[in-house]
């Protein structure tokens, strides 16, 4: 962007994103996943398209036009109109971006051709059934105003736009030429040849106003391309999705033997863009973006997770946060930068985590049973164990540190005398009396006491030393605990929505001065509440972001702002109050 951000999505939000600056800026109006962006030729408007949300009206599927540097929304578009999630979308440009294409994901995709700018909600000035087949992409010819290109699975096609508005296509033709099974991305050559990258790994170049291959260069890359990017000077960039390569042409599509490979963890290459001189951006296939040059190598400026996010716990006295996902990596944070300080691979599809009193250890329960202990700094393995073949649902040491427990969907809690300054663990029991799976735990503020809550809605309480149940919970109203995080308990009743089925809310986090607490929903909301919530209907601030059930939130050490983690969406958020 002009303002040296770059533009991406996590689920509903859409980024701008200033590395040097460390800051980022949100654009907020979609209410489901963003599945595609597009940038005018201005520079200054962007629009995006999004999937198919909760909401009855403002969930249907749409694009929104808006205003990069005020964040202002300019037109909303096909509301009502697209049957499928708007996966494709570009500007016009030989017009100045007077009109907008679009393809959905419907059955049957359909391409439609916008006046965006005309009307409230903009005008379709044509559709048609496009493929049966998957689209992958769709661009506006840069110099030709009528001509649209689309790409997907065993073709490409050459759209007119006539003067009637009505479009008509031109299949490209391979000539018995190793045609691939995708053709992957496109681009365009300073002269109007249309430059497509495959699923083969070949570039193949269609001569301006034709549907046949005017140039075909075989193998670039070992399996797919993900993305060709035109450079400013007239060269072009191919990034390749399984091997990680980019490989730099010149403007006749003559391989320069410039190369560079992405560091293997980082995944492959997804999309190549072009940055401030001669930098390049790079998003990869496991959801990092990289900056660099072909002669200096890429560093990553953004890392993420690939797969669910179910771990989630804040560092009790630094502003760092641990996150743990289904893609088996163990993430620490620091929330200043919003950056990760350090990643492992536990090999181990995680599903709770937590942090001992003293920050120092952590502990990462996962989906096998098997529960690990790490120190905080070193990311060592420092201990591991083994209790039931069922996920462990939650985990949390005592405030005095001596204990760790355990919930396990297998219906019991695994309490833990904690030794070595939390490198060795020796076991005191199982506590048993759940009739269904535990699904989050809490402790007394004098360590005497857990409380726990299960899948069928059972709120129980446990003395640790003994692992037996206590069954006059009255005499226990005046206990002070040392974190929220049941979602059944009598000072959390006002969260529950009307006609809730108890598995509404996924988690709850109060504030350390016990003022606030937050949920997390299955609707992707994450709600802000006074404590404690005793009333029905009690009042919240709703946050939008996620763009599907929010699995974790935790505050922060100092209250000031809170974490939220998704589960289909894997992001990460952080939120501030006030």
Same mark, same amino acid.
């Given at each position: 962007?002009?303002?040296?951000?770059?533009?991406?999505?996590? +689920?509903?939000?859409?980024?701008?994103?200033?590395?040097?600056?460390?800051?980022?800026?949100?654009?907020?109006?979609?209410?489901?996943?963003?599945?595609?962006?597009?940038?005018?030729?201005?520079?200054?408007?962007?629009?995006?398209?999004?999937? #198919?949300?909760?909401?009855?009206?403002?969930?249907?599927?749409?694009?929104?036009?808006?205003? *990069?540097? *005020?964040?202002?929304?300019?037109?909303?578009?096909?509301?009502?109109?697209?049957?499928?999630?708007?996966?494709?979308?570009?500007?016009?440009?030989?017009?100045?971006?007077?009109?907008?294409?679009?393809?959905?994901?419907?059955?049957?995709?359909?391409?439609?051709?916008?006046?965006?700018?005309?009307?409230?909600?903009?005008?379709? &000035?044509?559709?048609?059934?496009?493929?049966?087949?998957?689209?992958?992409?769709?661009?506006?010819?840069? $110099?030709?105003?009528?001509?649209?290109?689309?790409?997907?699975?065993?073709?490409?096609?050459?759209?007119?736009?006539?003067?009637?508005?009505?479009?008509?296509?031109?299949?490209?033709?391979?000539?018995?030429?190793?045609?691939?099974?995708?053709?992957?991305?496109?681009?365009?050559? #300073?002269?109007?040849?249309?430059?497509?990258? =495959?699923?083969?790994?070949?570039?193949? &170049? %269609?001569?301006?106003?034709?549907?046949?291959?005017?140039?075909?260069?075989?193998?670039?890359?070992?399996?797919?391309?993900?993305?060709?990017?035109?450079?400013? =000077?007239?060269?072009?960039?191919?990034?390749?999705?399984?091997?990680?390569?980019?490989?730099?042409?010149?403007?006749? !599509?003559?391989?320069? /033997?410039?190369?560079?490979?992405?560091?293997?963890?980082? /995944?492959?290459?997804?999309?190549?863009?072009?940055?401030?001189?001669?930098?390049?951006?790079? /998003?990869?296939?496991?959801?990092?973006?990289?900056?660099?040059?072909?002669?200096?190598?890429?560093?990553?400026?953004?890392?993420?997770?690939?797969?669910?996010?179910?771990?989630?716990?804040?560092?009790?006295?630094?502003?760092?946060?641990?996150?743990?996902?289904?893609?088996?990596?163990?993430?620490? %944070?620091?929330?200043?930068?919003?950056?990760?300080?350090?990643?492992?691979?536990?090999?181990?599809?995680?599903?709770?985590?937590?942090?001992?009193?003293?920050?120092?250890?952590?502990?990462?329960?996962?989906?096998?049973?098997?529960?690990?202990?790490?120190? +905080?700094?070193?990311?060592?393995?420092?201990?591991?164990?083994?209790?039931?073949?069922?996920?462990?649902?939650?985990?949390?040491?005592?405030?005095?540190?001596?204990?760790?427990? !355990?919930?396990?969907?297998?219906?019991?809690?695994?309490?833990?005398?904690?030794?070595?300054?939390?490198?060795?663990?020796?076991?005191?029991?199982?506590?048993?009396?759940?009739?269904?799976?535990?699904?989050?735990?809490?402790?007394?503020?004098?360590?005497?006491?857990?409380?726990?809550?299960?899948?069928?809605?059972?709120?129980?309480? %446990?003395?640790?030393?003994?692992?037996?149940?206590?069954?006059?919970?009255?005499?226990?109203? =005046?206990?002070?605990? #040392?974190?929220?995080?049941?979602?059944?308990?009598?000072?959390?009743? /006002?969260?529950?929505?009307?006609?809730?089925?108890?598995?509404?809310?996924?988690?709850?986090?109060?504030?350390?001065?016990?003022?606030?607490? +937050?949920?997390?929903?299955?609707?992707?909301?994450?709600?802000?509440?006074?404590?404690?919530?005793?009333?029905?209907?009690? $009042? +919240?601030? &709703?946050?939008?972001?996620?763009?599907?059930?929010?699995?974790?939130?935790?505050?922060?050490?100092? =209250?000031?702002? $809170?974490?939220?983690?998704?589960?289909?969406?894997?992001?990460?958020?952080?939120?501030?109050?006030?």
């Amino acid at each position: 962007m002009p303002t040296g951000e770059m533009a991406y999505f996590v +689920a509903a939000a859409v980024v701008l994103y200033n590395a040097e600056e460390q800051a980022q800026r949100h654009y907020l109006g979609h209410t489901d996943d963003v599945r595609s962006l597009a940038v005018h030729p201005n520079k200054l408007l962007v629009a995006t398209g999004q999937c #198919a949300g909760h909401e009855r009206r403002d969930g249907m599927p749409h694009i929104r036009v808006w205003n *990069s540097v *005020s964040l202002a929304t300019v037109a909303v578009i096909g509301v009502g109109e697209f049957a499928g999630s708007v996966n494709c979308l570009s500007f016009s440009r030989a017009d100045a971006g007077a009109l907008l294409v679009a393809v959905d994901d419907a059955p049957d995709r359909t391409i439609s051709v916008w006046e965006w700018q005309r009307g409230e909600r903009g005008h379709r &000035v044509t559709e048609t059934k496009c493929s049966v087949d998957t689209i992958v992409g769709a661009e506006f010819h840069p $110099l030709d105003r009528n001509q649209i290109v689309t790409i997907g699975k065993n073709h490409i096609c050459f759209w007119t736009l006539d003067q009637g508005g009505a479009l008509y296509k031109r299949m490209g033709v391979f000539e018995g030429r190793d045609k691939p099974k995708y053709v992957t991305c496109m681009t365009f050559t #300073a002269n109007g040849d249309t430059v497509t990258g =495959d699923s083969n790994g070949n570039v193949i &170049v %269609w001569g301006r106003g034709t549907n046949t291959i005017a140039k075909f260069i075989r193998r670039v890359h070992d399996g797919s391309i993900f993305s060709l990017c035109a450079l400013k =000077d007239g060269g072009i960039v191919s990034g390749g999705g399984k091997d990680g390569r980019l490989v730099l042409f010149d403007a006749d !599509l003559n391989l320069l /033997g410039a190369q560079a490979a992405i560091e293997a963890h980082f /995944g492959g290459v997804r999309v190549v863009s072009e940055g401030r001189g001669t930098q390049l951006l790079v /998003g990869t296939t496991r959801n990092c973006i990289l900056t660099g040059s072909l002669e200096l190598g890429f560093s990553p400026v953004v890392m993420g997770h690939t797969d669910e996010l179910w771990g989630l716990a804040t560092h009790p006295s630094l502003p760092h946060f641990v996150t743990g996902g289904r893609d088996r990596l163990l993430q620490m %944070w620091d929330s200043l930068s919003h950056s990760v300080v350090w990643s492992k691979d536990i090999g181990e599809q995680v599903q709770s985590c937590c942090f001992s009193p003293s920050g120092d250890t952590i502990c990462v329960g996962g989906i096998s049973g098997r529960w690990m202990t790490f120190d +905080a700094t070193t990311r060592e393995l420092l201990d591991e164990h083994m209790d039931g073949q069922e996920p462990i649902q939650a985990v949390r040491f005592s405030p005095d540190g001596a204990f760790l427990a !355990l919930g396990s969907r297998d219906n019991g809690i695994y309490v833990y005398q904690v030794n070595g300054n939390g490198r060795r663990y020796s076991k005191i029991g199982r506590c048993v009396g759940h009739s269904s799976f535990v699904t989050h735990l809490d402790w007394s503020e004098d360590s005497k006491i857990m409380r726990t809550n299960s899948g069928d809605y059972e709120l129980l309480y %446990w003395n640790p030393t003994t692992c037996r149940q206590i069954t006059n919970p009255s005499s226990l109203r =005046d206990i002070s605990w #040392a974190t929220h995080s049941c979602t059944l308990t009598f000072q959390t009743l /006002g969260i529950w929505p009307e006609n809730a089925d108890g598995t509404d809310v996924n988690t709850t986090a109060r504030s350390h001065d016990a003022k606030l607490v +937050a949920t997390g929903d299955d609707w992707g909301k994450v709600k802000l509440y006074g404590y404690p919530a005793c009333q029905p209907k009690s $009042l +919240a601030h &709703v946050g939008c972001g996620h763009s599907s059930h929010v699995t974790a939130v935790e505050f922060l050490q100092e =209250d000031a702002r $809170l974490i939220s983690t998704g589960g289909h969406d894997t992001s990460v958020m952080q939120w501030t109050i006030g």
